[in-house]
């Protein structure tokens, strides 16, 4: 609240970004607007829930994009998981059953690892190359998806969640 005001008041233009979730945790996104909304009451709708674009992290594992597997929407400790790819569609409802369905989705992370990665198995470059068409396709079509930024395109030889673990689409330094 405080950062979202003092922000729209420097600059009622700029446009906050709600941090990308791990995944599309459905349930922390719908106990966060219940928690502004008990807190702040009236002033969470009038200052939109403190944020204009929902950040989203819709990893799938190692499947396909395409795949909508119900095994993997599931309760957790705030409510629906949604381990889908297109389980992001799921958050815009969240929004728009607070009346905010006109606010965008920002795809922040998308991608897949080709040594695995905390229970990702790994898939190879060819199959994570078909696998990122798809997905630009997917959001191609949903209008309310304004960007999709895939994780990650050069590793970085000091951070060992990208260099060791297979995220990179390029390998070797970020040329300089």
């Known amino acids: 609240e405080a950062s979202y005001t003092k922000i729209k008041a420097e600059d009622p233009s700029a446009r906050v970004l709600f941090a990308g979730m791990s995944r599309n945790d459905v349930g922390f996104l719908e106990s966060v607007y219940s928690a502004l909304d008990a807190q702040f009451g009236a002033t969470a709708q009038k200052d939109h829930h403190f ?14 994009p395409q795949v909508v597997s119900p095994a993997d929407r599931y309760e957790d400790d705030f409510g629906i998981m949604n381990e889908n790819f297109l389980g992001f569609e799921e958050l815009h409802a969240v929004m728009a059953s607070h009346g905010e369905g006109y606010k965008p989705v920002y795809i922040t ?9 905390y229970g990702f198995p790994p898939i190879s470059d060819a199959t994570r190359a078909a696998y990122l068409k798809q997905a ?3 959001v191609d079509k949903i209008p309310y998806v304004v960007a999709f930024s895939w994780f ?13 673990s297979g995220w990179a689409m390029l390998q070797g330094a970020y040329p300089s």
Request: glycine residues 16%; hydrophobic residues 35%; proline residues 3%.
């Open 51 to 64: 944020f204009d674009i929902l950040g989203a992290h819709p990893y799938s594992g190692s499947r396909s």
């Open 152 to 164: 990650c395109f050069y590793g970085d030889a000091s951070d060992s969640l990208v260099s060791g």
């Open 109 to 117: 992370e998308y991608g897949f690892t080709t040594v695995g990665f």
């Open 136 to 138: 630009f396709l997917l």
